[in-house]
């Protein structure tokens, strides 16, 4: 197992502990005496009156008693008040901590210093942007070339001679027929045909199987795979999500990637850091790479490709709504263990042989649905009005609701609003005029084909 470069803080938890121990320092414990002691007390009562009868000295001295406990528990309760007041602020803070403790890439430092903006996604400190607007960061990844640090997503590597009858068992691909090197997407299904997670599979050429999964579904497919496979992690950077992509990488590897064809990857040295994985896809509808580095590598890589004009750092924003534009869903949002892959308009990533075989989990759903009609499909919008965002109603003219926006937002290369969602199947041919209601009002909509913006990957002529 290598280098993991994640760093999962315990601040919240340990803080916590921390205030624990603290509360009963300088508190007195139930068996405490009044300050000054009782025995010291009671000899000054006896002192300041030697003359007085029994009888009323003891009453005095029962009342100089009960006034000085009163007072010490006065002084007592003011402390204690103060500690209480203290206390849910403290807790507070702790408990946020506890709840918000995320892990960190390998690029966290570097973000911070690159002026990033970190938010919390799937479990993760990740920069939503940097100092250039989203809108700026999406356009230029469109024009030239982007940085994004995708090294929160799940890789793991599958040894075995079972290792493909092990995948197979576990998603609705081909993975026998994929060639050294050659990857694909696929689906973890359920019995039910619903989609646990999409990831890429990759054959290589060392003897194992390279899988990519999302962070959001860390444990879960961790627990799918968890025979014969070993997880590890490191620094992942995609340099690529854009137009000239391959001509920044080219000018730091020896390997000609004209000859490394959409989906495929190689292992080489990347600007002197050896044993990088690179692999030619991407999650934006452009041309791109991405490239798994050890851990401890990712800051100097990093590094180096940002000194080429061409490259700028992007964050989640920007790859959001370059996903969106390019018709890919979101796990979680567009897809879930509730969505099969035929009605998330996946069906092309169901192997023929596979479909044949009926082999994979949910076969007996999802293959009968390919044949016959899905009572739903998730389908393009393009809408008028404002932006149309996740769980905005979608309606028919008429206005009965058919189903719900997955996710939506202005496109920059269109200037337009659009959206993804789930429909009837009556309903889901392209140029049909729907409405999404937004803010309580009802807005034009029409389904469109999607990607909404043309992608340029880069496959052998």
Not at 31 to 60: F, I, K, M, Q
């Amino acid at each position: 197992m290598e280098a993991s470069g994640a760093i999962s803080l315990q601040l919240g938890v340990n803080a916590l502990c921390a205030l624990k121990l603290r509360l009963p320092l300088g508190l007195p414990t139930p068996s405490s005496d009044p300050p000054g002691g009782g025995e010291t007390y009671l000899s000054r009562a006896w002192t300041t009156s030697p003359s007085v009868p029994g009888r009323v000295v003891a009453s005095v001295r029962r009342l100089h008693q009960l006034r000085a406990t009163m007072q010490w528990a006065g002084s007592m309760m003011s402390r204690l008040r103060s500690c209480l007041q203290a206390l849910p602020s403290a807790l507070r803070r702790s408990l946020s901590s506890a709840q918000d403790v995320l892990r960190r890439t390998p690029l966290y430092d570097f973000h911070l210093a690159h002026g990033g903006k970190m938010v919390a996604f799937a479990g993760w400190n990740l920069p939503v942007q940097y100092r250039d607007s989203h809108v700026d960061s999406h356009l230029h990844t469109r024009r030239h070339c982007s940085l994004f640090d995708v090294s929160h997503m799940l890789q793991t590597k599958i040894f075995g001679h079972d290792r493909v009858k092990l995948m197979e068992s576990l998603v609705v691909g081909d993975i026998a027929e994929l060639k050294p090197n050659q990857g694909t997407l696929s689906l973890f299904t359920n019995e039910a045909g619903g989609i646990l997670d999409d990831l890429i599979v990759t054959n290589t050429s060392e003897g194992h199987l390279y899988v990519v999964s999302n962070a959001g579904c860390w444990e879960k497919d961790l627990t799918l795979m968890q025979v014969s496979s070993t997880a590890w992690h490191r620094g992942r950077a995609a340099p690529g999500e854009g137009p000239t992509a391959a001509q920044v990488l080219q000018a730091g590897v020896a390997d000609d990637l004209r000859k490394l064809p959409f989906m495929t990857s190689a292992v080489m040295e990347v600007f002197g850091v050896s044993g990088c994985r690179v692999t030619r896809c991407g999650y934006t509808g452009e041309d791109g790479v991405e490239i798994s580095v050890l851990a401890a590598e990712a800051v100097r890589l990093a590094t180096a490709l940002l000194e080429n004009p061409e490259v700028k750092l992007a964050g989640l924003a920007a790859r959001d709504s370059l996903r969106l534009e390019a018709g890919l869903c979101l796990y979680g949002n567009d897809i879930d263990e509730h969505t099969t892959p035929v009605e998330g308009s996946l069906s092309w990533t169901l192997g023929n042989r596979r479909r044949a075989a009926m082999d994979f989990p949910g076969a007996s759903v999802i293959v009968p649905q390919l044949k016959g009609k899905v009572q739903r499909r998730r389908v393009g919008l393009m809408c008028e009005g404002a932006p149309v965002r996740a769980h905005n109603p979608i309606l028919s003219t008429e206005g009965t609701v058919l189903g719900a926006v997955t996710s939506g937002c202005p496109s920059p290369c269109l200037r337009k609003n659009v959206a993804m969602g789930y429909v009837p199947y009556e309903y889901s041919r392209p140029g049909t005029l729907l409405l999404v209601e937004v803010r309580r009002k009802q807005q034009m909509a029409m389904v469109s084909k999607m990607p909404f913006v043309p992608t340029n990957y880069y496959t052998l002529k």
